[in-house]
């Protein structure tokens, strides 16, 4: 009997050993636990607030756990360091950010880790500097009760207007319009449709549309044109390039107005000598008397001219007498016909006094 007893007891101690390690096996599967351990390493996060957080939750990156929370505890800045535990091969960029999330019906936290776009990574033991805090349903609640009641009371006030007979009817009125406004815009939508109108012309008519294309073609081909004038400005092209570009034409033309000011400051100072007199032109138009003296020279001037025209004098007959003109004429012919004998019988008169100084 003892041996009898002594095996059921075995076979029970076993069955029981079975069944928890079966129990262990199911509580760690339901806890997300894994039973053999990876290799990590530690990187931390400061939140303002990590309400509902545990410690050995879920830490996932685009939905795949990459670790464990390992540590909470509060920071010297009166907010929430959280220590976690990050599977060895995953990297987190320097500009990551980690968030508290809620999983699940029953609300369960866990940290989503947002991968950067940085090429730089977090090394082991450094903290992630991109933080965002969960929202804690009371102060959700706390928010939306303020426009609940402000909603409340809005509804309540509109339920006395539109009560009332007056509120009926305006708000049979306000109907009665926007089904006109309705009607006139079904209108408006008919004549755009047609054609009709400037505006229907210019979304139905294609001769306009053919015109603005063109036109959009001449400008593009204003646009080259000017480009090319521009590249031909800026290449020292052309008159006005030169003009833009050319700092020797420039010194040239800035020279040439400095002489211009210095010849018109010159032109002034002349102009003032002139108006006091100095100079033979000042004078000529300051001094009477030598004015006085030009007009009787000139007056003096026109009294011979005209008696020379009307033939008196000297000058005046030889100018206007035909007959003088004749005779001295005659007189040239003469004395050119003496001279002509006179050299005629020069050598003559000349071998003869010869012939006579010998013969002596």
């Known amino acids: 009997m003892k041996k009898s007893n002594t095996g059921t007891e075995i076979k029970v101690g076993i069955f029981v050993l079975i069944a928890l390690a079966l129990l262990t096996y199911m509580s760690l599967k339901l806890g997300e636990e894994s039973i053999t351990t990876k290799k990590t390493y530690p990187v931390e996060a400061i939140f303002d607030d990590v309400s509902g957080l545990v410690e050995g939750a879920r830490v ?3 939905g795949v756990e990459i670790g464990r929370v390992a540590d909470i505890s509060l920071a010297d800045n009166g907010k929430a360091r959280v220590r976690m535990n990050i599977y060895e091969g995953v990297k987190i960029a ?18 989503e880790i947002r991968q950067g776009k940085s090429p730089e990574y977090i090394p082991p033991g450094g903290m992630i500097a991109r933080t965002v805090s969960p929202v804690d349903l009371d102060e959700i609640l706390a928010e939306v009760g303020p426009a609940l009641q402000d909603i409340r009371h809005i509804t309540a006030t509109l339920r006395e207007v539109l009560a009332s007979d007056t509120g009926k009817k305006n708000l049979r009125e306000m109907i009665a319009n926007l089904s006109k406004a309705a009607a006139a815009f079904k209108q408006v939508g008919d004549m755009l449709v047609q054609g009709k109108g400037t505006l229907g012309k210019l979304l139905t008519d294609e001769t306009l549309y053919k015109r603005l294309d063109s036109l959009s073609i001449n400008m593009n081909e204003a646009s080259i044109n000017l480009n090319k004038i521009f590249k031909k400005l800026n290449s020292n092209q052309g008159t006005l390039g030169r003009l833009i570009n050319d700092e020797e034409l420039y010194n040239e033309i800035k020279t040439a107005f400095k002489n211009i ?24 138009l300051s001094d009477d008397e030598l004015y006085e003296n030009l007009s009787q020279t000139v007056a003096s001037l026109r009294k011979i001219t005209e008696k020379i025209e009307k033939g008196e004098g000297t000058l005046g007959k030889l100018i206007n007498d035909d007959e003088l003109y004749f005779e001295a004429k005659k007189t040239l012919q003469s004395v050119n016909q003496a001279a002509s004998g006179v050299q005629e019988q020069m050598p003559v008169t000349i071998l003869g006094t010869i012939g006579g100084l010998v013969l002596q």
């Open 94 to 111: 320097k500009d990551a950010v980690a968030m508290v999330r809620t999983k699940g019906v029953l609300g369960d936290r866990y940290v």
């Open 261 to 284: 000011s210095h010849a018109t400051s010159t032109l002034d100072e002349l102009i003032q000598r002139v108006e006091k007199g100095e100079g033979t032109l000042g004078k000529l």
């Open 60 to 62: 996932e990156m685009a």
